[in-house]
């Protein structure tokens, strides 16, 4: 036995003293703070999900702002969030039918370590991103070749006219990557890269761009730091270090703000803002170009036959657009009538969604289901722009069942959903959507029922292609030549089209809250970049 | 006693050997395809880019053939890479695990020290009010979700009082000492940093109380029992009868003696604490495992799940282990079983 | 000796034989929390309450007259949702048990009886189990499987039959080599006789004792899966996804308050009735 108790009892002299210490620092933790407090940091208050800094493979939101910061595209989009600007390219030309563009690059551009920004680097950047075969890999779908005439002359050959060309390359993942660094870590821009690159975990820790910042540090779940980058002089950047700081919730990030532990609060949602009182806190409620949307698929093997046309028309009646938008985001969200942001081209004078029951159960008799029947609807759990989509979805069915359809819910995890809606398809669904530049075609590429696109294939085309419209694929052509005038016109058509398909409904366009101390200037939402960090200043 | 401890070394291998492959198992049945977190929504369109995808991340091979690459690499301390932060699992629960430590020991600390002082007032006033109290608290410990009392308790004292700060581990402006031990608390002190300590503890207090709460049910239990045990033993009644002081009675003659039995029980509320640090470290954003965990699920992101699984079990098998040994060492009767 | 269960290994303590009044309260206390919530999970359908799925009034209003515990995001009453739960977690938690005692005893049983190799490969298969973190454990299988009740339910019978057999091995064990079951088998009774009349009957008791003690632990562990959202789904009135969609609008805290008190009462009263219960049946444990 006494050997034991000799095991025992240091343990518990250790919790003693221990316990000593601990109540010593407590009187020690209510102490005035300052002295490790950094003040010249700004700190960013952001629920983060990337996926990966790689510029070849980041898709996600944060990813998004990372890119737009530490890298540089070759073309801007200015603070009106529709005209293109100089950015690494200070001219560029295009030819008559829009398939062959030529960029002059700005011979001051230099890489975070100082070497100047060359077309080799362009060529090489854009070639990985369409080699590499990740999430922005489609943005150069249409690129058939890419010289470097001279060390400032790239010019890119499409495989046909595309018209937004130019406005792709403003998203950020577009961003143009210091190639020699890069190679030298690992990356490789040929056919090929999509096996043979090694440079990911590299990239995770390292930036190696043109932008304002450059990356210091990034600690999965914990922050994202960045410094600026000292041979960056396009704009006098206004912070020198910044971070982001995880932090998941609406409500926690309200707090932070609100006792000045943040200086930016990126995702608040509309309910939490109106709860927000300190006076050193700025809160601007603006309109968003992402939207949320139900998706129906007449083409899902459990259920989708039921989705006629004359079905999915009484479904867009039913919805309580009003209500969700007032149930989802507390009122702060606008409605939308096309899967087209509300005032990219062709969104004018659109007809808004609105409630009418006695149409819809009209409709659903015409079907023959007055008496209705049971619909699965399975949705990804999670909370994007400010919208709980399981709340959401429980709001589709309070809805749903006033014209006798019983909308059984399943929440899952996304990558489920992906899984599920690839195929067998999910015969009602909703989804979301936030612009990676300003442009229509990238609607209509994604949510137009052209033969193969996104949701085409994911309504289930391929097994029943009742709902294939081949007008669009057709309009869409005579839209990627068309000239600035003739623009908005076609994608009207365009946005008319995607309504009456009735695959598609938007249902809310919640509102951003810009959130930040009252000292913090230069705030604004970007519809390519989400949020500039270098225009961010403080008084 | 030699033999027994033996047996049970030699049985840890084949345990773990049994862990390791029921997580590679469960993990690669998922419905869901972990892809989508690797290549995007998108791109999973593109069978070109699923294929390159899977080549890459070892996917397009085999299960069985997956499962013999991955015990190869195990035991060489490869557990794989993470399929959402891109770094390799090892590394990623290497720098997460000091923050759940300094967690669990903290809530240990919290826990047994509460609990010792309420098992030991309820046992000195048996079958009084303040016993029905204590034993009340105590019981409410292992019947509260703490996943529930976090919340509530974070409203009233940050939101409501605003004694105490939000979720996290640190100020969001302050900025963390140089990392040596990972400890927080350990590596303000090593950096004579005594705000950044000051500012550790204070955001470690409220997490550290909702997960130790859970072991205070548990060992005030113990302590009162024990305690009442040893109050009855003649060399208290001796003490009393030398007219030692109650206080010295108590805590010199009794508690010490009676605290052998609950060290012993202190492995067991390891389950417990995984338990509640899994829920603890989401309700209170820890950058933890347990948080890891969660996240890892919520994206199938198998080699964290299973590096997660595998790390989870073994503590738990070695702290059962030294539970067992400990035990056995206090009671030797154990041994039969 | 369960994993997750308190510690029942109280040393023995001498103490007058008269029941103090305070052990009865509590038994007497958990006995009427647990008639409740069996009487909620049972009759909930005609009490006078709201439709737990319908709007019944403005969002995120605080409690009231009318709603007692306040308004949740939906517009729908969580008074009614909270009742509406019992169903949910109580149902869920007594298959689960009743299923872990089952699986459990019957491979314990068999380990316990026929001894040699059998006995060792369900005893591994025990320890291995046993190894994992139980919450871990439910997390792995429940998310291979995908989400929802029914599979939460499958994770937490796997996390739970591996100590209800090794409880089950050990009771046999000693039962085995009493007389009376010694003569059975030699007056040629078969096994499965043997084992189903002479020995289970003797071995209920520890295990209804645990049953009850368990109980609670497994509404908590239910109630925790479904808050990290791998159990049930909305808008089903379950206690621990209500508890997550509250933490989404964390200043309204009537909206966690409900469900979180009703598992919190559930709990304590099965460890209240399992504590008494455990007196009742096995007095030696005091």
């Not at chain 1, 100082?114 to 922005?136: C, F, H, Q, Y």
Request: with cysteine.
């Amino acid at each position: 036995m006494k050997p034991a108790l000799n095991r025992q009892l240091p343990s518990w002299t250790h919790l003693r003293l221990a316990a000593a210490l601990c109540v010593g620092v407590s009187a020690l933790a209510m102490l005035p703070e300052g002295a490790s407090a950094q003040d010249s940091t700004l700190v960013i208050a952001r629920d983060i999900d990337i996926n990966s800094l790689d510029p070849s493979r980041a898709w996600c939101d944060t990813c998004q702002i990372y890119m737009s910061n530490v890298y540089e595209t070759l073309i801007g989009l200015d603070k009106d969030n529709k005209t293109l600007k100089p950015r690494l390219a200070t001219k560029w030309e295009a030819n008559a039918d829009q398939s062959k563009f030529t960029f002059t690059l700005d011979p001051g551009a230099k890489f975070a370590d100082g070497t100047p920004v060359e077309a080799k680097d362009v060529k090489w950047s854009m070639e990985r991103l369409e080699n590499i075969k990740g999430g922005a890999s489609y943005m150069m779908d249409s690129v058939k070749s890419i010289d470097a005439k001279d060390a400032h002359t790239v010019v890119v050959t499409l495989s046909g006219p595309n018209s937004e060309f130019l406005n792709i390359l403003t998203a950020p993942y577009t961003g143009v990557v210091n190639s020699k660094v890069a190679s030298a870590n690992g990356a490789i821009a040929a056919p090929g890269a999509d096996t043979a690159d090694k440079a990911e975990s590299w990239f995770m820790q390292h930036s190696a761009g043109s932008g304002a910042y450059e990356l210091v540090d990034y600690k999965p779940g914990e922050e994202l730091r960045f410094k600026a980058n000292p041979h960056y002089d396009r704009t006098k950047v206004g912070v020198a270090d910044i971070v982001i700081k995880q932090t998941k919730d609406s409500v926690t990030q309200a707090q932070q703000l609100e006792s000045g532990n943040v200086d930016v609060a990126m995702q608040i949602d509309p309910d939490t803002a109106k709860t927000i009182q300190a006076d050193t806190v700025s809160v601007e409620t603006i309109p968003s170009y992402n939207f949320l949307y139900v998706a129906l698929s007449p083409g899902a093997k459990d259920g989708g036959k039921l989705l006629t046309k004359e079905v999915r028309e009484a479904i867009g009646l039913a919805l309580d657009y009003d209500g969700i938008i007032d149930f989802t985001v507390g009122g702060a969200g606008r409605k939308i009538a096309s899967p087209i942001p509300n005032g990219f081209p062709g969104t004018d004078g659109l007809t808004l969604p609105q409630q009418n029951l006695e149409k819809a159960k009209e409709l659903m008799k015409k079907a023959g289901h007055a008496e209705g029947f049971e619909l699965n609807d399975a949705f990804p759990n999670m909370n994007v722009y400010g919208v709980d989509m399981s709340l959401l979805n429980q709001k589709i069915q309070q809805d749903l069942a006033k014209i006798n359809i019983k909308v059984k819910l399943t929440p899952i995890e996304f990558s489920v959903w992906r899984d599920r809606v690839k195929s067998e398809g999910i015969a009602l669904t909703t989804l979301f959507f936030a612009p990676d530049y300003y442009g229509s075609a990238q609607y209509v590429q994604y949510f137009g029922m052209i033969e193969g696109s996104p949701w085409w294939n994911r309504a289930g085309g391929k097994r029943d292609a009742s709902f294939t419209n081949p007008q669009t694929e057709t309009v869409l052509t005579k839209a990627l030549s068309a000239s600035e005038a003739q623009k908005d016109g076609i994608y009207k058509q365009l946005a008319q089209q995607m309504i009456d398909d009735r695959i598609i409904i938007p249902v809310v366009s919640p509102d951003l809250v810009l959130a930040h101390g009252k000292n913090i200037t230069g705030v604004r939402y970007s519809a390519c970049c989400n949020l500039m960090m270098d225009e961010i200043g403080r008084q | 006693m030699t033999r027994y401890i033996l047996r049970r070394l030699i049985s840890i291998p084949l345990l773990l050997l049994g862990i390791v492959s029921i997580a590679f198992f469960i993990s690669h049945t998922t419905q869901g395809d972990p892809l989508i977190s690797i290549i995007g929504d998108r791109q999973m369109d593109n069978p070109d880019a699923v294929a390159a995808a899977k080549a890459r991340w070892g996917l397009d091979k085999g299960l069985p053939e997956q499962y013999v690459i991955y015990l190869k690499n195990l035991v060489t301390g490869d557990l794989g890479t993470s399929f959402r932060t891109k770094q390799p699992v090892a590394r990623d629960l290497l720098v997460r695990l000091p923050a759940t430590l300094e967690l669990v020991i903290a809530a240990m600390l919290v826990g047994s020290i509460a609990g010792i002082v309420l098992g030991v007032i309820a046992a000195r006033f048996r079958d009084t009010m303040i016993d029905h109290i204590a034993r009340l608290a105590a019981l409410m410990g292992s019947s509260t979700p703490v996943f529930w009392s976090g919340l509530i308790l974070l409203y009233i004292f940050s939101v409501v009082l605003g004694w105490l700060p939000g979720p996290g581990r640190f100020d969001a402006r302050a900025v963390a000492p140089e990392t040596v031990t990972g400890f927080l608390t350990i590596d303000s002190l090593l950096a004579g940093d005594f705000t950044a300590f000051g500012q550790a503890i204070y955001h470690l207090l409220l997490p550290a109380a909702v997960l130790g709460w859970t072991v205070m049910g548990i060992v005030s239990r113990l302590v009162r029992a024990s305690m009442l045990d040893v109050l009855s033993q003649d060399y208290i009644v001796a003490a009393r009868a030398r007219g030692a002081g109650e206080l010295r009675v108590l805590l010199n003659h009794a508690l010490r003696n009676a605290l052998v039995p609950t060290l012993t029980i202190l492995g067991f509320t390891f389950a417990y604490l995984i338990t509640g640090a899994v829920l603890t470290e989401t309700i209170f954003a820890w950058p933890g495992i347990g948080s890891y965990a969660v996240d890892a699920t919520r994206n199938l992101d198998y080699p964290a799940i299973i590096g997660v699984t595998i790390i989870g079990g073994s503590a738990f098998l070695i702290s059962n282990l030294l539970t067992d040994i400990a035990y056995a060492f206090a009671d030797p009767r154990i041994r039969l079983s | 000796m369960t994993d997750t269960a308190p510690p029942t290994v109280a040393p023995t303590v001498s103490r007058s034989r008269r029941l103090p009044a305070w052990l009865k309260l509590p038994v007497l206390i958990g006995g009427l929390i647990t008639i409740f919530w069996i009487l909620a999970a049972l009759t909930v359908d005609s009490w006078p309450l709201y439709d737990p799925i319908e709007m019944v009034g403005r969002r995120l209003s605080p409690p009231s007259a009318e709603h007692w515990f306040g308004i949740d995001a939906l517009g729908r009453d969580v008074l009614t949702r909270t009742l509406h739960g019992a169903r949910f977690s109580l149902l869920m938690s007594c298959a689960v048990i009743a299923s872990a005692v089952a699986v459990g005893s019957l491979l314990g049983a068999i380990a316990g009886y026929a001894g040699g190799f059998i006995d060792g490969l369900i005893m591994r298969l025990v320890d291995i189990t046993l190894s994992f973190p139980p919450i871990l454990l439910a997390m792995a299988v429940t998310a291979a499987m995908g989400p929802g009740l029914r599979n939460a339910a499958i994770a937490m019978i796997i996390v739970w039959w591996p100590a209800y057999a090794r409880l089950m091995r050990g009771q046999v064990l000693s039962v085995k080599s009493r007389e009376h079951v010694e003569a059975a088998t030699a007056s040629g009774a078969g096994h499965v006789r043997t084992l189903v009349t002479h020995i289970l009957p003797l071995t209920w008791s520890p295990i209804l004792v645990n049953a009850t003690m368990d109980f609670g632990q497994v509404v908590l562990l239910a109630a925790s899966l479904s808050f990290i959202g791998l159990g049930a789904s909305p808008p089903t009135p379950e206690w621990g996804s209500m508890i997550s969609e509250g933490a989404v609008h964390f200043y309204q805290w009537w909206i966690c308050a409900g469900p979180g008190l009703a598992i919190l009462s559930v709990v304590l009263g099965f460890n209240f009735l399992g504590d008494g219960l455990r007196d009742y049946l096995d007095p030696r444990s005091r």
